[in-house]
């Protein structure tokens, strides 16, 4: 399985960005899906999954300002950020909800004050 995260850059407090994760090598559509994150000095944590019906779950820092959505016939998951603050600066990476896959480069998103 292939993994490949774009929409990642510099954005200030406030804004919002659209990440893409486009995945290959694999049936998409039967997956749960997931975004993770990592900041430097921290562990990569989960932001938000969505089940393979598109139920949706979401870490209670980012709940209400992300959204995380799925087009199965692109096999790509997406990642809606609005309201960003600093704190939201890692590394974005998607993967199955479970992680077991091999991991992607990421895309950094980085939020300035």
């Known amino acids: 399985v292939q993994l490949v995260e774009s929409g990642g850059g510099l954005v200030q407090a406030g804004g919002s960005l659209r990440l893409s994760c486009a995945a290959s090598?694999?049936?998409?559509?039967?997956?749960?899906m997931a975004w993770f994150r990592q900041s430097p000095g921290n562990y990569r944590e989960l932001v938000a999954s969505?089940?393979?019906?598109?139920?949706?779950n979401y870490a209670d820092s980012v709940k209400g300002r992300f959204t995380i959505s799925r087009d199965n016939a692109k096999n790509t998951v997406y990642l809606q950020m609005n309201s960003l603050n600093p704190e939201d600066t890692a590394v974005y990476y998607c993967?199955?909800?479970?992680?077991?896959?091999?991991w992607g480069q990421g895309t950094q998103v980085t939020v300035s004050s």
């Open positions: 090598g694999t049936t998409f559509s039967i997956y749960a």
């Open positions: 969505i089940s393979s019906g598109g139920s949706t």
């Open positions: 993967n199955r909800a479970s992680a077991t896959w091999d």
